[in-house]
């Protein structure tokens, strides 16, 4: 009878009494044992070891060499291995090291771990989950705790996990939101709304209620796009604004679509203690936006640096040879948020140098891809020192707003800080460009438009008034506006019995009771809604609500317990961080701008058009920026 092949023969090429490995080519005299030896990176058996065996053949070798769990003590001679899984090696033996092979238990347990990491990538596809999930610190939290429960863990029952656990969760998610809730006698809050229209025209409102003490999901609203009314949104409101109590809100921040601007109008006729703003960071996104429009020297040099960044983009080998050349990512442009274009423009110049040798490279020039008429475009920008000087200009130019976008685009109450960091960034802008006034007064000009129009309202200016940081700073001068946003201030908040009281109390001397209650409430609001559309989007209320089919009730009750969840982890994150007061003087120590706003009804006729995110915005979105001062 004639013997079966040993399939380990395929691992090579069959020689007159040698073999040749398929993986590091070299020769050797022997049969299939002294092959087998040489793929399992077993030391010592008198031949040398393969160091370019495949990771899925190696563990096959050894196991075939070495022998199964059972034969393990009588692997290289006499290796024994502990309870941990370690090889020791006894006297008289040799010594079977660690640092080229594997024992047994780590080849099953790497065997394994491939299944599980299978079925868990199973699991995903088939239940259309995102992957983002596997970097959630609550699914990293599951799996270790199911880790250390062992195998004999049993999940739960779908009632028992749709009524007792949901439950308990929601218990916890309830003690969060009265602690909050306590708070807003002395801070107040502001409502802020978020808004998402899917494809069948079906739209979700989500309305949250924002203080330094936290954020609340308060609750989301369902509708088809032709009853999302000005009617229809000052009705939802003002049903949520009566849940809180309409002497705890002070401010309103909603979408700037026409129907929520008519709706916020009729909510100030019947609540008129309390005062709407826009949202400062769609303002300042409208400002780029317009300075990219209307400013040509802006524009060229934007468009030239997304030029660079898609072609090294289109194709995987060019990016593969940059990433190389570079050590770093270029960012990407987002159709949606308009301060991208400086994050582009701000990574190229970050490697200058480096773009400038790969452009030179043999790599380079002999690439089939770099012989069309853009390849040769971004060759001639990369080498061109006018480029990256205007392209540094450029950054001159627009790094104070940038920077006022990533004070108000944070957490925190930022309304007593707004009206400086304008002014700043308007100084800045002159001081970093005129020598050129016509280049600094086009833009002057749209920021003024901007900042009056969409950016500071008079509230902002008394917010400065009674800021000490700012009043109490030397140099300091009360403007017109400021006095006008007292006016306001007096005209539109003061309740009728404090007026007189307000108007005896100076700046300075007793303790101001009056003054003190309303300054503590407007500083303590935010300037934006961002936050509210990053964190709890109408959209992800949305996608929660099309998963799950479940009763009304429940669908409520999951949607209002997974936000507030989400409310109440960010904010104990936030209270763990050693945070320091903010300082205008070190603005550009503030953390990395992120811009990853999602969701949105477009604004008054200006519409970002925010519901296009593709899968590039998304890539880029989660990555980070480092704020740099270009002096040259």
Known sequence: MVRKKDRFWIHSEELSEKFKCKYCSKVYSGGVARLKSHLSQVSGRDIETCDK??????????IAVCGDSSKRAKSIGSTNVNESGESIAVSGSRSFGRTNQMTMQEVYKKKNKEEVDQSLAKFFIMNNISFNVVQSALFLDLIKDVANYGSGYKVPSYSTLRIKLITNEKKEAETYVGKVKSSWHLSGCTIMSDGWTDL???AFTNVIAYS??????????????????????KDILSSVIEDIRP?????????????????DDMLLGKYPRMYKTRCVTHGLQLLLKDIYKNVEWVRIVIDEARLIENHMYKHTVLLALMREATHKELKHPCATRFASNFLVLQSLVDVE??????????????SNLNKSRQAKKVTELVQNNEFWNRAKEVLQALEPIVRVLRLVDGEGSTSGYLYDAMERAKEAIKCRLGNNQNKFMRIWDLFDERRNGNIIHPIHAAAALLNPAYMCREGF???????????????????????????KQDYCGDPLPVLRKYAVRILSQPCSSSSCKRNWSAYETAQTKKRNRL????LDNLVYTRMNTLAMKKWSTLESQDLEPIDLEKLHELSEYIDNGKGGDGDDGEEIEENSLTNLDLLWLNQESEFVDYNY
């Open 551 to 554: 009763s009304s009730e429940m």
């Open 477 to 503: 001068r009360e403007s017109r506006e400021m006095k006008d946003g007292i006016d306001f201030m007096f005209e539109n908040l003061i309740l009728p019995e404090e007026k007189e009281d307000f108007l």
């Open 353 to 366: 140098n480096e773009l400038r040798l790969f452009v030179a490279s043999a790599e380079w020039r002999e």
């Open 212 to 233: 330094p003490g936290g954020a609340i999901f308060m609750n989301s609203f369902e509708c088809s796009k032709e009853r999302k009314t000005a009617m229809y949104l």
């Open 53 to 62: 065996v495949p990771p899925d053949v190696q563990p096959e070798a050894f």
């Open 200 to 202: 069948k025209g079906k």
């Open 247 to 263: 002497d705890n809100v002070v401010q309103l921040i909603t979408d700037n679509g026409s129907n929520f601007l008519v709706a």
